[in-house]
């Protein structure tokens, strides 16, 4: 089990580096239009690469930031819950994961039927959509699947023994 949550933990640093090369990705081809249009010429497609860009860097941010807790959330009602809080967290988190599996899902079906009828993009560049749907795929899966890891976190931390005297007891979330 701890491979595979130092497994989990890298491919969730991996998708906070991959967020930040699409945000100076999509910061070169802003500064490439403004460029080109001082130099009497255009960039076609510039507009819908950088939304592209700031898609992907959005959805690989996400299991990044909710991973090393950035992401804000309702603590006040959560902290307040007494012993209901590990009861209420799984239920948040039953929650988002459904709602993130649900979009997941329907980026996955938007992606192949793209991919398989060949729709391409309606400017100048006729970019194939499949390719920038498939990185905002990824993205939505790997918050789905970052958001089931903390569930069952979360429910192997309400499961553990109780601690010793002698362990502090801020070890256990719940």
Do not use: N
């Not at 990824?138 to 002698?166: E, K, M, N, Q, Y």
């Amino acid at each position: 089990m701890r491979h595979m949550s130092k497994g989990l933990d890298r491919l969730y640093r991996l998708c906070g580096y991959l967020a930040g090369l699409s945000v100076v990705a999509m910061l070169g081809v802003i500064v490439a239009q403004i460029v080109m249009r001082w130099a009497g010429t255009t960039f076609p497609g510039a507009t819908g690469y950088a939304g592209y860009l700031m898609g992907t860097g959005t959805f690989f941010a996400l299991s990044y930031t909710f991973h090393d807790g950035g992401h804000i959330r309702v603590g006040l009602l959560i902290e307040r819950a007494g012993r209901l809080r590990p009861l209420l967290e799984v239920w948040c988190l039953l929650v988002a994961a459904s709602i993130a599996g649900f979009v997941a899902w329907h980026a996955w079906d938007a992606t192949y039927w793209s991919y398989r009828f060949g729709d391409v993009s309606s400017g100048q560049d006729a970019t194939p959509l499949w390719i920038p749907q498939a990185l905002l795929t990824a993205g939505a899966i790997v918050f789905t699947l970052c958001l089931f890891d903390h569930l069952c976190r979360t429910l192997s931390a309400c499961f553990r023994p109780t601690p010793t005297p002698a362990e502090p007891a801020s070890t256990r979330s719940c």
